[in-house]
């Protein structure tokens, strides 16, 4: 079984600054690795998907990860954000035979000009 | 078309009530899923369709009843609910089973009263 933490639940943010998202996974397998962003009253769509080769993965809006296997971390990072990045942010895991997305806990970040 | 269409966005039902839940895909994905989130949580699997058949129920009590009629459409029969059953509900397909990227609905966001 897999598990993920996200070691922070709300990361406050002023405008154009960066911001860091800390995501911790626990695996005995070799695993996927997502994160998801959820605005409010919506579902959730996918930033960005780590599943081989570069460690550091690319995504929309901005976004970047980078798969750190000995640290068993994947951690979200943009290096400006913007009003419009105010959401609730989860990092998923899944083992290779697929079918079920364990979800962290959610870290809520909230943008201020 | 990368949609997964949710119907309805808001469903108030009575504990006697009989109603359900649709999600649509037409990106030609074999798997589709019910998750429930409820308010600041993380999504929680419930029924995994694989090829048009129920593959995986994450315990779910009976008074919810999974449908897959075809390989575009999935149903949620709701009876009995009680009114800790009050979440968001999403539903998410991916190409096949081994989920190298899900896509999710708007979500129902189902109030029992």
Redesign the interface.
């Known amino acids: 079984a897999q598990s993920v933490t996200q070691l922070d639940s709300q990361v406050p943010v002023f405008e154009e600054a960066p911001v860091e998202l800390r995501c911790n996974y626990s695996s005995s397998v070799s695993v996927y690795l997502f994160w998801y962003v959820q605005y409010p009253n919506q579902g959730l769509q996918l930033l960005l998907k780590y599943l081989s080769g570069s460690t550091l993965v690319k995504g929309i809006n901005g976004f970047e990860a980078e798969f750190n296997k000995s640290q068993t971390s994947f951690h979200l990072r943009k290096p400006s954000v913007h009003i419009s990045d105010t959401a609730e942010y989860f990092c998923a895991v899944s083992d290779l035979r697929g079918y079920k997305l364990s979800f962290g806990a959610g870290t809520t970040v909230t943008v201020r000009a | 078309d990368t949609e ?1 269409t ?1 119907t309805p966005k808001h469903l108030v039902m009575g504990m006697t009530n009989k109603k359900s839940l649709k999600c649509e895909q037409h990106m030609g994905h074999r ?1 589709m899923y019910w998750y429930k989130q409820k308010a ?4 929680e ?1 419930m029924f ?1 369709y ?1 090829y048009e058949k129920l ?2 129920n994450e315990s779910v009590p009976s008074r919810f009843s999974p449908e897959c009629p075809n390989s575009s459409l999935l149903n949620l029969h709701l009876h009995a609910l009680q009114p800790e059953d009050s979440a968001l509900y ?1 539903c ?1 397909s ?1 190409q ?12 129902t ?1 189902l109030t029992v009263v």
Do not use: M, N
């Not at chain 2, 096949?96 to 979500?107: M, S």
């Open positions: 997964v949710q798997a600041k949580k993380p999504p699997l995994v694989s593959s995986i999403l998410a991916s096949d089973q081994v989920l190298l990227e899900a896509f999710f609905g708007q979500g966001r």
